[in-house]
């Protein structure tokens, strides 16, 4: 059986009462002892986990120094433009590190970027061995570190646990593949599917301990999304509160703009936040929200007149955002799932019933249950009260 994603343990821990979601490293090693290689890389998978999300635009790394079968240095990567996990375990391991072989997630950089390389770094530390689990994608990098850390006399090999660290990089590694965020999509919504009551009404349909994930959801991806009708309506903070973490990036999808109208404005409105809109939207629109600071992106709208998915996609992509978690409302949500424009799929649902209130997927039919889209269940479990499916769509 392959090892669970490293995403649905953090989650699993964050359920059993890990306030951050990733429970002590030295206790969740879920390879053989006969297998000390995938043990170890595990265990750098975890360390990394710990601070995923805090770390964007870059990837969340973990990296090990073993010395005679003992970890003498531990590190994951610091926020942007701080150290790398590389030079952090290597300055715990201190002397030690020299001989040593260093567990690595991702393939270490060999690049002068913000920070200097982190082959320089095991190099100048005097490492016997590089383990990496899976090659940096991106065009600066892309197997170069084997190169360097060879012509040093390094001994060096990749693919070690390549899939559990392929899952814990899966953010970064879409993007740098696809161009485009990887996309979560998450709802909560009665058993017969509605995430607002007639009137409206939508607070709360789950308990705390599921708002406890949602918060645990942002703190994980780089931007967040909801739709002009939400931000109109609700006023969503759309921050961290209720688990350790960093602010996602807000991203606002309103085709004409109509948030420039708004009496108080409305919060999430700030200099920086991304606006979304087609090339209807009024001129005094633009100009009002540009004058405030935010960032207008102006994208193709579809058949409907509403900011199309696929080209918003590419523009947040060329921006360098790895993940896109969309919250809503549901018009927003069904946009995504329309276009077959999504990654994964947190949806919440309450142990509860609100008859016509307003559905997940408003507008979204099909003609016969056959040529309806398939999803695969990747975890099923119980927060709370509450039942949560994570869903991906079907092979």
Not at 9 to 36: C, F, K, N, W, Y
Not at 128 to 150: I, K, S, Y
């Amino acid at each position: 059986m392959p090892p669970e994603l490293p995403e649905l343990s953090a989650l699993r821990a964050l359920i059993a009462g890990d306030p951050q979601g990733h429970g002590d490293m030295s206790s969740r090693t879920a390879v053989p002892d006969d297998e000390p290689d995938l043990a170890l890389m595990a265990a750098a998978v975890r360390l990394a986990s710990a601070a995923t999300g805090a770390t964007y635009p870059n990837p969340c790394v973990g990296a090990l120094v073993v010395q005679a079968g003992r970890v003498v240095g531990a590190g994951h990567s610091a926020a942007t433009g701080g150290p790398h996990a590389e030079v952090h375990a290597l300055a715990v391991a201190g002397p030690a590190a020299r001989g040593a072989t260093v567990y690595i997630t991702l393939e270490p950089c060999s690049h002068h970027g913000r920070t200097p390389p982190c082959t320089d770094a095991l190099i100048a530390a005097g490492v016997a061995e590089v383990v990496f689990g899976v090659r940096d994608p991106a065009r600066h990098a892309a197997g170069r570190a084997r190169a360097v850390l060879t012509a040093a006399g390094i001994r060096v090999r990749e693919g070690v646990g390549e899939a559990m660290c392929a899952g814990l990089h899966e953010h970064y590694l879409h993007h740098e593949q696809q161009r485009r965020p990887f996309v979560t999509l998450k709802a909560a919504t009665s058993l017969d599917g509605r995430i607002a009551a007639r009137g409206g009404d939508s607070k709360w349909i789950t308990g705390e301990p599921a708002r406890r994930v949602g918060h645990w959801l942002r703190a994980r991806h780089h931007a967040i999304a909801v739709g002009v009708d939400t931000l109109l309506r609700d006023d969503p903070r759309l921050d961290v509160r209720l688990v350790p973490g960093v602010d996602p990036w807000p991203v606002i999808v309103d085709s004409q703009l109509r948030s420039a109208l708004a009496e108080p404005r409305p919060q999430r409105l700030r200099a920086g936040a991304i606006v979304l809109h087609t090339p209807h939207a009024p001129e005094d629109r633009r100009r009002s929200l540009g004058d405030a600071g935010l960032q207008l992106i102006e994208v193709p709208a579809d058949e409907h007149g509403r900011v199309a998915i696929a080209p918003a996609l590419e523009a947040l992509g060329r921006l360098a955002i790895r993940s896109l978690l969309v919250e809503g409302g549901g018009r927003l949500i069904a946009s995504f799932v329309a276009a077959a424009a999504w990654d994964r799929w947190y949806w919440f649902q309450a142990p509860c019933l609100l008859g016509e209130g307003t559905p997940v997927l408003p507008g979204l039919h099909w003609p016969s249950v056959a040529q309806s889209p398939r999803l695969r269940v990747e975890l099923r479990v119980s927060v709370g009260l509450d039942d949560l499916r994570v869903l991906r769509p079907a092979l």
